[in-house]
């Protein structure tokens, strides 16, 4: 090995590295899952959602509630992603849902506040 390609690969290798500990530092957090449109539009996981929306949010974020303990949600200016991570991982006074709900279950929530029939 010349110097040059040696001086190449340890280049490399911290990059690799850094790559390595970037991914562990996101370890704790769950990807987000890929939202097809079928998933979204169909009435079975809105419906699910809104039971479960009825049952843990409505009370912090439903009309009845304000003004006061959490924002009133605009859907039309999310993404899925968005949404399921405040849902799964919560932020600040948002409550985390992930070991209530699993991952499906968190899905649904998701397809329902995206989907027309949402109502706070
Ligand atoms: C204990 C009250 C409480 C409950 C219960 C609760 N939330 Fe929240 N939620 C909050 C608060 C407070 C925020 C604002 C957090 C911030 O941005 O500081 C929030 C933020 C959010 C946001 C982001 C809104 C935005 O525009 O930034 C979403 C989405 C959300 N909640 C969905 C839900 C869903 C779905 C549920 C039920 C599974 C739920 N929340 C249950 C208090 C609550």
Redesign the pocket.
Known sequence: MTPCSLSVSLVLASVAALWATAGQAEGDKEPAPAFSEDFLAAPANIEAGKE??KE??R???GRAAYPG???K??PR??KPD??YD??TNG?????A?KEVYDREERMK?VAY?LSKDFSP
């Open positions: 479960m929306w843990q949010c009370h912090c974020h303990k959490a924002p949600l605009k200016r999310y968005f949404v405040r849902v932020f600040r006074k948002m409550p849902w929530i506040i």
